[in-house]
């Protein structure tokens, strides 16, 4: 499979760094790709998922997977599964003690990739403290740590304002709070109503972001305070946290189940 | 609910518009065709918005002259609508509220997902209740947020609409309850600007609920009528709040698992016809909602003892065994009542049921002289022996005037009352209660007006009589 996608002249992206008035068009030279990897989540309703491509991240983690994040992860039909309309569903959960479950997963070990194109068309949990996310992560993790492996935040989401996607790089000495973030938000529509396709298309020296193939932001070498470490393989994660230290805890008014439905996740590298 | 309609009120206003048009610099030109109101959101923005002359209606017991249009204050504009909300002892109403309804034909508001206003206050307060949906016909598709936080400066309030194809010709556009219970009693005044139905995009879809989004089970009896309440939708905002918009019975499409057992209808009345289970449950736009009521119906309801003493004696309210002394209302309608009141028509007779009582009353149409008597007599029936019912028997003096304090709930001006309970159930039995007329009234009793019942939730009562 071949597809071509188009990537921005540099005086646009000035001008909307700048915040401008946004381009209702974006004028894209070309950039081409072949799909390489992809989970179109086809099956039958409640199966799980396909574990030649995805494994699960399980329990609480350290320190609620480093960000105190209050849920457990599982990987339970009520948490993870098939919908059997070509969906994959991952539930956050509330139980009737106030403790919450819900599912992450990764590609670590299975897939992984340096340079390209990575998309998810995703729809969103919303409520406060919900925190979906589509992202990326060093394979050297491991061996070298984090934030020194780099990290790729595609699309996350504070579930409290559901019309703003982020899209974020960590990498060391811009990691956690000081990491480099930029936002695009809706102004009559919301991310939870809907699907939205969300992408970023990386190469040497650039890490490009797309909400609905709308370029809004391109991190450089020259926006990092410190080493770029974007330049090894990286693998694929998805997953929706409660509470934690990104967006708060949820309230009594955040819906339970949340579900973050995702319709399919492409990756592809240069042709 | 009684309309009042204040005509000085009207006047001035107009005589406002007239002023604020003449200060704009516009003019409608000979050809001019009149604009058709049908679809249009606006409600005030620089002044009223086709509503027609006779818009304004204050709630009954509310202080009737609280609204001008305020020419000097306004959100990006020098206009507004001002209530000045009353000291809560003011003589003629101790809080401010009223509708704003289309004269004539209504509005199709399909288009729009919210009513959205600009709101400031004289000091920070919480407005008691805003919405739209209330008419004086029926109030069919009611909508309102309570507590709304407001400050001294602008701050625009979203209301979202739980299902805008209900609303295809509406004229109940905005309402509002504001009293003093965060000012101990202090009036202030309150302006609001830019009152519109808006095309947000930005409301996203609610968590709604039936029942308050739990599971509840009433046992019940053949015949009994059960009002579904608890009807809220939650919405997450983009701005990071969360508002919670109460709503009629309107907005939800509701089931009965065993329509032979139980059945409700569009208004969310479950009517009870046989002995069984029923659960009922919703949706709204096809979305379900949270909650459920299980009707677990025991068959036909046992009669209330029947009375013995001498129609000569008594004084009857309510009893299939007396002669009425006098009408009464027994759904006053008292703002913030959640109570439903019902007369179950059982084989053995006629029964009063309360359900989700917090407060209602027994409004007697004319007083009764009960200076010669000393007794009120009571029939009760509980499914919760823990249950207590409050019971006050209210004189309301000379005037013949219902004068309550709207924060304490105690008679003032020439009014007196005897509080006492019914307590000390066994469940599933009728109890007898005769409460002697004494207290504040026993020596004001000639002029009875009411009974108001406090609490209970749940219970049925029968035989309501005063006699020597």
């Not at chain 2, 204040?6 to 604009?35: F, M, N, W, Y």
């Not at chain 2, 009611?142 to 979203?158: E, F, M, P």
């Not at chain 2, 701005?239 to 009629?248: K, L, M, P, R, Y």
């Not at chain 2, 949706?283 to 025991?298: F, M, Q, Y």
């Amino acid at each position: 499979m071949n597809k071509t996608f188009k990537t921005i002249l540099f005086a646009t992206l000035v001008a909307i760094m700048a915040g401008c008035d946004i381009e209702p068009k974006q004028t894209l030279p070309d950039r081409s790709y072949e799909l390489v990897w992809s989970d179109e989540f086809d099956g039958d309703s409640g199966t799980a998922l396909n574990a030649a491509k995805w494994a699960y991240d399980l329990g609480t983690g350290q320190n609620g997977w480093g960000n105190n994040e209050l849920q457990t992860y599982t990987n339970k039909p009520e948490n993870i599964s098939l919908d059997g309309k070509g969906h994959l569903k991952i539930t956050a959960l509330k139980d009737g003690s106030g403790q919450y479950t819900s599912a992450r997963i990764n590609t670590d070990g299975i897939y992984s990739q340096q340079y390209g194109r990575f998309e998810a068309r995703i729809k969103t949990p919303t409520g406060t403290g919900m925190w979906p996310a589509f992202w990326m992560l060093g394979s050297n993790r491991k061996t070298v740590g984090w934030p020194q492996c780099g990290e790729i935040d595609i699309m996350e989401q504070r579930g409290k304002f559901s019309n703003i996607t982020l899209s974020t790089v960590h990498g060391p000495g811009y990691a956690g709070g000081l990491a480099l973030s930029k936002s695009y938000g809706l102004q009559n529509d919301r991310f939870d109503n809907d699907f939205n396709l969300y992408a970023a298309e990386w190469g040497e020296n650039y890490v490009d972001f797309f909400v609905n193939d709308y370029l809004f932001a391109r991190i450089t070498p020259q926006d990092t305070p410190n080493e770029w470490v974007f330049d090894q393989p990286f693998y694929l994660l998805l997953n929706v946290a409660v509470g934690g230290n990104f967006g708060g805890p949820p309230n009594n008014n955040t819906p339970f189940p949340g579900t973050m439905t995702i319709d399919y996740v492409r990756a592809y590298k240069d042709k | 609910m009684k309309i009042i309609i204040i005509h000085t009120i009207k006047i001035s206003l107009l005589a406002a518009i007239l002023i604020a048009q003449t200060g704009c610099e516009r003019k409608l030109s000979d050809d001019a065709v009149l604009p058709s109101f049908g679809t249009t959101g606006e409600i005030f923005t620089d002044n009223f918005i086709g509503l027609g002359s006779n818009f304004y209606f204050p709630f009954a017991d509310a202080k009737p002259d609280v609204f001008s249009v305020d020419m000097n204050e306004g959100y990006k504009s020098s206009s507004s609508i001002r209530i000045d909300v009353p000291n809560a002892t003011d003589p003629t109403g101790g809080y401010a509220g009223a509708i704003f309804r289309v004269e004539g034909a209504g509005r199709n508001l399909t288009g729009y997902d919210a009513l959205t206003f600009y709101v400031k206050a004289s000091t920070g307060i919480k407005l008691g209740e805003v919405g739209f949906g209330i008419d004086y016909l029926g109030d069919k598709t009611r909508v309102s947020t309570q507590n709304v936080n407001v400050g001294t400066n602008w701050t625009k309030v979203i209301v979202p609409i739980p299902d805008p194809s209900k609303l295809v010709n509406e004229r109940g556009v905005f309402w509002f309850a504001a009293g003093t219970q965060g000012t101990a009693g202090s009036g202030y005044a309150l302006w609001f600007d830019e009152i519109k139905f808006e095309k947000l995009g930005t409301v996203g879809k609610p968590t709604s609920t039936i029942v308050n989004g739990v599971t509840t089970t009433v046992k019940t009896f053949i015949g009994s009528s059960i009002n579904l309440t608890g009807l809220n939708h939650v919405y997450n905002l983009v701005n990071g709040t969360d508002i919670v918009v109460n709503s009629t019975a309107v907005y939800y499409e509701f089931k009965s698992s065993n329509p032979a057992v139980a059945a409700v209808n569009d208004s969310g009345v479950v009517k009870v016809f046989a002995s069984g289970t029923a659960e009922i449950t919703a949706t709204v736009k096809g979305v379900p909602a949270k909650g459920k009521l299980i009707i677990e119906s025991k068959g036909d309801f046992p009669g209330a003892p029947g009375p013995t003493r001498p129609q000569s004696d008594v004084k009857s309210i309510f009893s299939d065994a007396y002669t009425n002394e006098t009408e009464s209302n027994f759904t006053p309608g008292f703002g913030g009542s959640t109570t439903l009141t019902d007369i179950l028509v059982t084989s053995k007779g006629k029964v009063l049921q309360y359900t989700n009582n917090n407060y209602t009353g027994i409004m007697f149409a004319n007083p009764v002289d009960a200076s010669s008597l000393g007794f009120l007599h009571i029939d009760a029936y509980v499914e919760n022996a823990a249950t207590s019912i409050g019971i006050q028997i209210r004189d309301i003096g000379g005037n013949k005037l219902i004068e309550t304090d709207v924060n304490t709930g105690n008679p003032i001006g020439d009014d007196k009352d005897n509080r006492s309970s019914l307590s000390g159930f066994q469940a599933g039995v009728w109890k007898s209660f005769d409460i002697p007329l004494n207290g504040g009234i026993l020596n004001q009793k000639s002029n009875l007006g009411a009974i108001i019942i406090t609490g209970g939730t749940l219970f049925y009562i029968d035989n309501i009589y005063f006699y020597k």
